[in-house]
Every structure is written in C-alpha cells, then in structure tokens.
C-alpha cells in the first residue's frame, strides 16, 4: 500500500492528537476531529469511531485513525466498504514518540510517568487540571486526599517536545504542575514518525490495516498472537 | 433490620460521594446489627453508581478515587462486624500484585480489602511486580491463587509473561488476571485460568475457588 491516493482518504482523529497532526495535513484530506472526552468511556468511543467510519462521503476509500488501542475502544470496529488504517500502539503516548518500540522503553524505565503534550495540557481532563475543580467541591483537604490517591505511585511527569510552535508556554505549564504536585519533571523528545507514515505511508508493519467487510481484534495489536 | 429506604439512602450517599452520610448511615446500621455483607453490597451497588456517573462525564477521574476512599472509611467501620461474623482460622493463601510495568492498584486494594474480611491471607506484593518476582514468592509463600492485577494496555503483556513463566517452570495454581478493561481477548492473550473486570467479581470468584 505505497500509493496513498490522499483524495480518497479520511482522518479520524482525537482532539488531543489532531493538534500535532494538523501542520502535515494535506489539504485535499478530508479530516474529523472526536472530543477528548470520550476516551473515559471505551464504549461512548467505540460508537463515534464507527458513527465516523459509516458517515465518510461516498468516494472515501480508506480511514485513517489517530488513535491507539486505546483501553480497546477501537477492538471491534467494522470497516464496512472502507479498509481501516490504524497505528498498531497501545495509546497516543507512542504516537508522540514517534513509535510503539519508544514508547514500551519509555513505560519499563519509568512506569509511574504521567505523560503531557500540549494537546493534552489544552483539552485534557488530567488530574492536574481536576485539582482546582476539586478544591472549590470539597476543600483544600480533600482535594488533596484525592489527588494524593491519584499519583500515589506516580514519580515523573513527562512533557513530550512535539513540534508546536508554543513550546515554552506549554512547557512551563507542564514544569509548575510537576513542581505542584512533588513530581520529578523531565522532558522527552518526540517525534512526527507515526503521523508522517501515516498520513503519507508507507503503512509498515507499524499499521494495521484493516481490509473491507472486517473488523478488528485485539490481536492485531499483538504480533505474538494468541 | 434495615429497610429498602435505609438501603436506598446509603447507596445514594456513597453514588453521591457524601462521605459524611455514608459514615453515619453505617455507625447506625452496625449499631442495629445489621448484617454486614448487606451493608457491603450497598456500598458496592453505590460504588458501582459512582462508575456509570464517571461513564456519563457526570464524574471525573477523582469521583471514582473520592468513592474508593469512602469504601476504605466504610471498610473500616464494618471490619470487626464482619470479622466477627465469620468463625474459624484463615482457610486461603492468596498472592496479589499488579503486574510489571503498571502501577496502577485502585481495584486490587479494594479485592485486598474485601478478601481480608473473610479471615483470608492476603500477600500484597505491591505495584510494578516483575514475573520472577511473582514466581519466587509464590515458591515462599505457597499461595492457592495467584490474583494479577493491571489497567493499562502494557499490563496484559507482563500478565501473559507471569502466566507464562508459571506454566514454564510448571507450577500448578488458579490464575486470576483481574481490571476493569480487560475482555475476553485479552484473557485468551494472557493464558490465564480465570478474568475478572470488578473487585466484587474477584472476590466472589476467590471465595468459589476455595471452596
């Protein structure tokens, strides 16, 4: 699948995630844009993921998701007429990486890591971002009881450099939360990889690719099978 | 004997997270001598409330974390009724963990919890455990389950390396991977005995095995 005829391909993308994505967006690509939000329900996911497949115009021949696996939201989908075209990761976390194989070496060094881009730091429900929420619904000593939990067992917080153009802004919001919340700050650099193979190919090995009238499986994010 | 509005009310107050209520709905059940178990099962049918709010964006994150303090506080409460309640020395090993390369523990604290209950040994091995660590353990301990728990993706990858590391030095016990998104998949990817998505499931599942 070298030859990406671009026209007839459609991006489903996460907000979170379309944010890196839309500097290398072809102009001739169609693209639809699901909330955050629905990542805390796999299921409320599942739906608009397949509510996006089935409305894509006529002459769409392939849908490309910028999503991972993401707590299985994207196992059991159906590619109907189209063939589905999906970043064989677990999350978005190695999308910003740049690949699965960094990511995995990212999560074995440093398990207890909360990752942040901009994007998340823009639309994302952290628990960073939930602290001054709760603060105001149970006071300050509850607030904190409740984050405490949260990040009991987490050590870093990781700030992946994607290429936007607001770093320091970003950054330094990434910075105080870690300082806030006694967590050790570290930056990592990301990478375009994913996104540019793609939205542009070639789909390796990296991809999964989901021929018409199939539906996906957990195991075809798992080369080891069964 | 609590009525259905008592019931109601506590369920209410825990889906609501008014710790406060809840706490007090309990002192005065157990006053009453209620039976522990129902009170229990309230709590779990509020906590269970408390999970579909967070699944309608009606709760964030910290209103499943604010419902599993509430269950701890509860716990507490209800322990020594509960223990108590159940006669005899302890009749169960089990081993717990959540898996390397997780460090999430939200449910299997709460499985820990439940089972130490029922008089059952409980051996927490933590967070982040390596399979040869499971297994080392295990030869120490002797356990008669093996409960693996994990929420993220990368978690089903080291259930499968701990399942398959047991299976490889050939030591014989029930296997129970235990998180809320496993599926059936998954289960079949680990190669565990038995899956499990809820801590209330677990340790019904548990209690079963040990009989």
Redesign the interface.
């Given at each position: 699948m070298d030859q990406v005829n671009l026209q007839r391909c459609k991006l489903i993308a996460c907000a979170a995630v379309v944010e890196e994505m839309l500097p290398f967006i072809p102009s001739c690509m169609s693209y639809e844009v699901l909330d955050f939000?629905l990542h805390?329900?796999?299921?409320?996911l599942k739906g608009a993921l397949q509510s996006a497949i089935n409305s894509s115009a006529p002459d769409i021949e392939t849908v490309l998701l910028g999503y991972g696996?993401c707590?299985?939201a994207v196992?059991g989908l159906r590619s109907g007429s189209r063939t589905l075209v999906i970043p064989r990761v677990?999350?978005c976390v190695a999308i910003f990486l740049g690949s699965a194989a960094e990511y995995?070496k990212q999560?074995?060094s440093v398990?207890?890591t909360y990752y942040l881009t901009r994007g998340w730091i823009e639309f994302g429900?952290t628990?960073f971002s939930?602290y001054d929420?709760?603060v105001k619904r149970?006071g300050e000593q509850?607030a904190q009881?409740?984050?405490n939990?949260?990040l009991k067992?987490?050590t870093r917080l990781a700030f992946i450099k994607t290429g936007n153009n607001e770093l320091e802004h970003y950054r330094e919001r990434a910075r105080s939360m870690a300082e806030r919340f006694s967590l050790r700050y570290e930056e990592i650099q990301g990478s375009d990889a994913v996104i540019k193979k793609m939205l542009f190919g070639p789909w390796n090995d990296e991809f999964i690719i989901i021929p018409p009238g199939k539906t996906t499986?957990?195991?075809d994010f798992?080369k080891n099978g069964? | 004997m609590s009525t259905m509005k008592t019931q109601s009310q506590l369920i209410s107050a825990i889906a609501d997270l008014n710790e406060e209520l809840a706490l007090k709905l309990i002192r005065e059940r157990l006053a009453e001598n209620d039976d522990p178990l129902t009170l229990i099962a309230n709590c779990q049918k509020g906590l269970q409330r408390v999970g579909e709010r967070y699944a309608q964006h009606k709760y964030y994150l910290s209103g499943l974390i604010m419902g599993g303090e509430i269950f701890y506080e509860v716990m507490e409460l209800i322990r020594p009724a509960m223990e108590s309640r159940i006669s005899g020395t302890s009749s169960g090993k089990i081993l717990l963990g959540t898996v390397e390369s997780d460090i999430h523990d939200l449910g299997k604290n709460i499985v820990k919890l439940l089972l130490s209950c029922y008089k059952l040994t409980v051996y927490d091995l933590g967070v982040d455990v390596p399979p040869e660590e499971f297994l080392r353990q295990a030869k120490e301990l002797q356990p008669d389950i093996l409960g693996l728990s994990g929420l993220v993706t990368n978690a089903y990858d080291s259930m499968r390396e701990t399942v398959g590391l047991f299976r490889q030095e050939g030591y014989q016990i029930p296997i129970v991977i235990g998180g809320s998104q496993l599926s059936r998949e998954v289960f079949q990817y680990t190669g565990a005995d038995y899956w499990v998505t809820k801590a209330d499931a677990g340790v019904k599942l548990i209690l079963r095995l040990l009989k």
């Open positions: 939000g805390t329900n796999p299921k409320s696996l707590s299985q196992v677990d999350d995995h999560h074995r398990p207890g429900d628990p939930e929420i709760l149970y509850v009881r409740i984050i939990q949260i067992n987490y499986s957990f195991f798992r069964p | -």
